[in-house]
């Protein structure tokens, strides 16, 4: 029997419990082994719950029990999951994390000491909720050489957007009803401004490069500047609003970024609706496939954690092969990369000859809701050169950047 304990009992922990106590018939048998959950770490005490018999509030306790061989890591944030983490490894039980923040600022450390220690760090969970894109990345695509991973990386800003898009409705309206239904946070910076998505696309691009990618490095844009009227534009050219979080290898180089894109109905993340994720892959051999699922929740979320502790009761005494070298990727400056832009004008302020005339040839997105501004769309060019173009207009009163 092998022995497993859990940190944190909130919504991902407690959904953890449910899910191995639940399918507890298949898991033991694709482990080879039976699971217990012999203990789960919290400071609340959760009266008339079972799991009431297993709790502790002393870490020491789990870390010092030799039979404690898989740690589920579902706290959240920094510390104190880093310090418990590190010291789990150091003793040489396995990790099994759906901490994005954690993996994101301490990955190639904690993979380091999971090897030198013979046991596994292992973060299935952390980008993807349920959908299974790490292992994907390091087992199934092992005869690719990934050059750019794209992805709708967060659900709540995904819901919203799909919202406005159907509805017609501004930001505001649609966060504050994501809010009561539960899919956005009391505080939804890290969703909305593009943070979660971010540390996400950086444990991707650094599982894509094989060395570290830090999140502080990544452009990144959230979608509180999206307007019901974006959307206007967005439907007379067919074409959707997605916050696009996305890595890619041009040459030697490596581009990383999150931020709002138009996309037409023929990307096949267009479909990707509501609370749904997907991450969509291009390898220079197999050329294009994606994963798409719930990327949050609490059941989803758990079942990837609990996939992982399988890998793990497979792998005791051995540590499962993830390529993440602890040497920092210096990004390019997105400043060069070329793409298309959408941009809505101030009629009042410059008309068509004007824009042509700083912008070259354009194509005009007019809607009759709008008469005092127009749409253009510009040729391929630089961010650099459209932020100097944009400035030197002077009359911009939006822009959001094509994906082809």
């Not at 990955?107 to 999971?114: I, S």
């Not at 973060?123 to 994907?136: C, L, N």
Request: negative net charge; proline residues 3%; contains cysteine.
């Amino acid at each position: 029997m092998i022995q497993i304990a859990v940190f944190g009992y909130g919504t991902v922990g407690s959904g953890v419990v449910e899910v191995i106590e639940k399918n507890k018939d298949v898991i033991n048998k694709k482990a080879g082994e039976q699971l217990n959950i012999k203990y789960v770490l919290d400071l609340r005490d959760f009266p008339g719950d079972p799991v009431q018999e297993k709790l502790v509030k002393d870490v020491n306790i789990i870390l010092d029990d030799p039979e404690v061989k898989i740690i589920c890591e579902t706290m959240g944030g920094i510390r104190p999951a880093y310090d418990f983490t590190k010291q789990a490894l150091q003793k040489g039980k396995s990790v099994c994390t759906s901490n994005k923040e954690l993996v994101a600022s301490h990955g190639p450390e904690l993979l380091r000491l999971a090897r030198e220690n013979k046991c596994n760090y292992l973060f299935e969970a952390s980008v993807g909720g349920g959908i299974p894109i790490i292992r994907p990345l390091n087992y199934s695509l092992t005869a690719e050489k990934i050059d750019g991973i794209t992805g709708i990386l967060n659900g709540t800003t995904n819901y919203i957007l799909t919202k406005m898009d159907r509805e017609g409705a501004d930001f505001d309206t649609v966060l504050k009803e994501a809010q009561e239904k539960g899919y956005a946070e009391k505080n939804p910076e890290a969703d909305v401004e593009g943070y979660d998505a971010c540390r996400k696309i950086a444990i991707l691009s650094s599982l894509m490069c094989l060395k570290n990618v830090k999140y502080e490095d990544i452009y990144t844009e959230g979608i509180t500047k999206i307007t019901a009227k974006d959307f206007l534009y967005a439907k007379e050219m067919d074409m959707s609003i997605k916050l696009l979080a996305m890595s890619k290898n041009v040459g030697e180089e490596y581009f990383a970024m999150v931020a709002p894109f138009l996309i037409s109905k023929e990307h096949p993340l267009y479909s990707v609706n509501d609370v749904f994720n997907a991450v969509f892959v291009h390898g220079n051999m197999l050329g294009d496939s994606m994963y798409y699922g719930r990327g949050a929740g609490k059941l989803p979320t758990a079942s990837a954690v609990v996939s992982d502790v399988v890998d793990c009761a497979r792998h005791i005494g051995k540590t499962v092969m993830c390529l993440w070298e602890d040497v920092d990727v210096k990004l390019a400056d997105i400043d060069r990369v070329s793409r298309r832009f959408f941009v809505r004008v101030d009629s009042s302020k410059a008309d068509m000859a004007k824009v042509e005339e700083i912008f070259g040839h354009v194509t005009v997105v007019k809607t009759a809701a709008l008469p005092d501004e127009a749409g253009y769309v510009t040729e391929v060019m630089t961010e650099r050169e459209f932020r100097e173009k944009a400035e030197k207009l002077g009359a911009v009163i939006s822009r959001i950047r094509i994906e082809d």
